[in-house]
């Protein structure tokens, strides 16, 4: 198995900036893909940011975020990063790490963490 434990969230103004993180552990021989996606109350989960293993990591973002959040990974500790900048109120939502790879044994992965509030006040 594969556990994703995430950190970092919490109670921020309007316009202030938090920093998640998101660590890995398991039976991992890689991890291909991480991100964030978040689920606001009422609504669908959205993916917020991605971020490949290449070299430098290939990130792609929700245009929402685009611009304020940066997505970064660490990939001698299998951790991933959100840093949230210039926040606003509709960035409210509890927040989920995932990653996908491979097992030791070979076979695929996919796996999420169990979230972590991210709460916005205006």
């Known amino acids: 198995q594969v556990q994703l434990v995430e950190s970092g969230g919490g109670l921020v103004q309007a316009g202030g900036s938090l920093r998640l993180s998101c660590a890995a552990s398991?039976?991992?021989?890689?991890?291909?893909?991480m991100g964030w996606s978040r689920q606001a109350p009422g609504k669908q989960r959205e993916v917020v940011a991605t971020i490949t293993s290449t070299s430098g990591g290939t990130t792609d973002y929700a245009d929402s975020v685009k611009g304020r959040f940066t997505v970064s990974r660490d990939n001698a500790k299998n951790t991933v990063y959100l840093q949230m900048n210039s926040l606003k109120p509709e960035d409210t939502a509890v927040y989920y790490c995932?990653?996908?790879?491979?097992?030791?044994?070979?076979?695929?992965?996919?796996?999420w963490g169990q979230g972590i509030q991210v709460t916005v006040s205006s």
């Open positions: 398991g039976d991992i021989f890689s991890i291909e893909t």
């Open positions: 995932n990653a996908a790879g491979l097992y030791l044994s070979g076979t695929y992965f996919g796996s």
